[in-house]
């Protein structure tokens, strides 16, 4: 199979919303009248975000997720994007499961795919995502004030770590039963991006990003673009019962510095308190007040009996050693 016959065969769908899909030099896109362009790109490298051994399936929705999420984390919605895969061989079984698990996610989301480009070379996946919002309504990092509530998003009965725990377990150093193990793998293999809520806060929340590499560590990038600080109660931080079953040193690493969530922390004014809930019952997400924004800049933890605890998590960073 050449290289065009595999973009045929796997790739090409039919597009509705894009004024010009793949097939020629460009696509072209017609955002509505009103609206803007909320763009993002993420790239997934075999070894460093995922294993060799990830179901293809799993791979192609993570692939797209993690990108939709940052359209989530902006408020806006899904419209078109591109794919540029390196492959080190054709392989029929594994691009069927990949182009399957992508474009699953992506016809849910009514996000098209429109172009790409694709080469032989150590497995590699990045992906351009092209989201819509009404101008101006884009949610920012730097819209947080003081006095603010912190929110953070969840499935109802989940919360965040599940993902590193499930890493953890593959590291060798936890062990969880083999069911709770697939529940947590699931959630580190397929996150579920929180698009209908980051369109539901539009107007609502005053700040937002996505939780990707770590709460502590992506909640002070809001904080640091908005001038301002926060207080936050670790313990008020929504964990499964999985995670709330380990050792309470392994609920915090994973549940403050855990990463590969995908949830949206976001501020909102303590006024919109209800407005965030009614967000969040609409779309069938449950979020939870952890903290509060307040003048003096940098993170203050503190604990259920509100003691004080040090920061000493790091949240990931690929260069730092
Ligand atoms: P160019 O020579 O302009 O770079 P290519 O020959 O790389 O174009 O690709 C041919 C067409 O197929 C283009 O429209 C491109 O957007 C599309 N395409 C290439 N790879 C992919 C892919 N993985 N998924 C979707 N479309 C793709
Ligand atoms: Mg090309």
């Known amino acids: 199979m050449g290289e065009f016959e595999l973009i045929a065969r796997y790739f090409k769908r039919p597009t509705t919303r894009a004024a010009v899909g793949p097939g020629d030099d460009c696509a072209v896109l017609a955002p509505r009248a009103g609206m803007q362009l909320a763009v993002s790109c993420d790239m997934l490298v075999e070894g460093r975000h995922f294993l060799s051994t990830v179901d293809a399936q799993r791979l192609g929705h993570k692939a797209l997720a993690v990108n939709l999420s940052d359209l989530a984390a902006c408020g806006a919605e899904p419209l078109a994007f591109t794919l540029a895969l390196a492959l080190p061989r054709v392989d029929p079984a594994w691009l069927a499961g990949f182009s399957s698990g992508l474009h699953a996610l992506a016809e849910r989301h009514g996000c098209e795919l429109v172009g790409g480009d694709t080469t032989a070379g150590p497995l590699n996946v990045c ?64 996150p579920e991006p929180r698009v209908a809520l980051g369109m539901a806060l539009r107007g609502v929340a005053s700040a937002a990003i996505d939780v990707s590499d770590g709460l502590l560590g992506d909640l002070s990038h809001l904080l640091r673009r908005s001038g301002v600080g926060c207080r936050l109660h670790t313990e008020h931080v929504p964990r499964s019962a999985d995670l709330a079953a380990q050792p309470q040193a392994l609920q915090r690493l994973c549940t403050l510095a855990g990463g590969d ?61």
């Open 127 to 190: 992906i351009t995502v092209f989201g819509e919002v009404p101008v101006g309504a884009a949610l920012l990092r730097s819209g947080a004030r003081p006095g603010d509530a912190v929110w953070v998003s969840h499935a109802a009965g989940g919360g965040l770590g599940d993902a590193r725990l499930a890493l953890e377990v593959f590291r060798g150093l936890v062990a969880l039963s083999g069911d709770a193990f697939e529940r947590v793998r699931r959630i580190m293999e397929m």
């Open 261 to 321: 969530d995908y949830e949206l922390v976001f501020t909102a004014p303590e006024a919109a308190r209800e407005q965030v809930l009614a967000a969040a019952r609409d779309v069938g997400v449950a979020v939870t007040a952890i903290g509060r924004v307040e003048v003096e800049p940098g993170l203050r933890l503190v604990d259920a009996h509100g003691v004080a605890l040090d920061n000493d998590w790091q949240s990931f960073d690929h260069f730092r050693t």
